[in-house]
DNA sequence: AGAATAGTGTCTCTTAGACAGTATGAG
DNA sequence: CTCATACTGTCTAAGAGACACTATTCT
């Protein structure tokens, strides 16, 4: 512990080795993916796992921020919606000692990161579904069912979900997407009533066009990222 | 600390301090109260701010054991509900240098520990209505906002806060609890409904005796714990 | 015209809000 | 008895579920 007046050397401790990851999510094909990194360093050197790291304490202003440049590093633009997971820490989750790694989870559309994922070799989107705790480094397996399970949560009362489309996008895409996250139908006219009631879009005027009845192409307010509905979507 | 090809060793990184605090609540005599602890060391030697600091690396298996040891070496008991709030990091929030605080939120019932804490005088309980951000230690006056924040929304879905009681308590203790954490008045009807529509509560057949109407005594299910009520209490 | 997709009308059912009413004890 | 507190009955309103219906475009 602190002796007072003496000059305060953090080396004198027996602090934890601490790391920023991320969860970062996206929706394509009708599948939840997420996005993992294969890791050149050990531990586990060659397997895949979030994307992350150490904090740098020159450029990062807060774990936010450092969240954020490590995203920027791995798919080319930063997500348009992040927010704090939780924080994992123990004795055995590293094996280099006690370490703490604080988590985020992110949202961004596919279209927007394809082209720079598509240039590299060490960075893919992998199906939620589809993964396995054991194949991935650490406890990263773990981080990643508890980042689907609050997503979950989410789209059954807010539209945060919205985040990981276009800019603009239709209604039947948003409710398609909360569909895919939490795995089970909704009903339309349900969906698009609260959503409207609450005042949660933007109409831009624009349509789609395709086959059948056009599309109206809907932005979501600012207000939107914070909004939570009073009546949960029943699950 | 195993060294798998190249050696490892922390003090070559540029690691932030890493602690560990928490943001202890109760109700007594109809407010809610918040732990707090007066600092012996810099910085902010003398001010009063959350219970927590260092991780043990020997003692402490992983990060919510961290949070509960040092709440048991202030109250002298382990709280039955903790829950981690968030972690916040920064270049500035501590004169050391870049530092990150693991936050738990936790509740415990006001008599089961008042006798181990009237018996030292730097750790105290304060009203969280009445504290200024300015006068708290770090970002210590945030964080607790935040909590409050965050328990105030448990107190609409869930019946967490019933944590705060003692082990036995009637419907009308509940109810005024979370009117106290809430900051308005609720309906008593909807409020015993739900609950007893939910199934979360244990009848002891026990009663209190005073003036009036004897109240039922009833006990928290384990599962009343991660319950979330589909729809919340309007605030 | 017919297929496909977008969007609406409207009935039911659940449950919170409101609040008046009844029950059960102490003094 | 009265008073205080616990607990219930019951009406109304809001909003989700269900699902049949209409609307608008394309080929």
Known sequence: MAKSPAPYNIHDYDVPLTTVDSVLFTVHDEKLKVLLVQRGNVPFAGKWGLPGGFIEQGADADLEMCAIRKLKEKTGIAPPYIEQLLSQGGANRDPRGWSVTIVFYALVAHVNCEPHIDSV?????????????????????????????????????????????????????????????????????????RIEKAKLLIDTGKSTVARGRPAKLYKVKPEGRAYRFVRNLES
């Open 121 to 193: 070799t060490d960075v893919q989107w992998r199906e939620v579904s589809s993964l396995s705790a054991k194949e991935l480094a650490f406890d990263h397996g773990q981080i990643i069912q508890l980042a689907h399970e609050r997503l979950q949560q989410k789209a059954l009362y807010s539209i945060v979900p919205a985040y990981a489309l276009p800019n603009e996008f239709t209604f039947t895409e948003l409710q398609a997407l909360h569909e895919v996250i939490i795995g089970t139908t909704l009903e339309k006219k349900s969906f698009r009533r």
